[in-house]
């Protein structure tokens, strides 16, 4: 009874000490680590958040006025009128 006892002691030791630490990059290199779909992304710092310049064209988008995107602008009595 003591013999098996030992053995598995033995044996669960064996098995503890050949397992390795966790590599917290997963395989993407210092400063990345896995995506919620298995790809290498890096770590990113905080967010900064951009409010929209008043007046400025956005491809895609047309001039942001402080309200809403319009396609369209023209001068109009010393400012910007959009359509």
């Known amino acids: 009874m ?37 790809h290498c992304r890096p770590n990113g710092g905080p967010a900064v958040v951009g409010i929209p310049a008043l007046g400025v064209f956005y491809p895609g988008r047309g001039y942001w006025d402080g309200h809403r995107y319009w396609q369209h602008r023209e001068a109009w009595h010393g400012g910007w009128r959009y359509r």
């Open 2 to 38: 003591l013999k098996k006892a030992l053995f598995a002691a033995v044996a669960a030791g064996l098995a503890l000490t050949s397992v390795s630490a966790a590599n917290a990059a997963e395989g993407c290199g210092p400063g990345g680590h896995r995506g919620p779909y298995g």
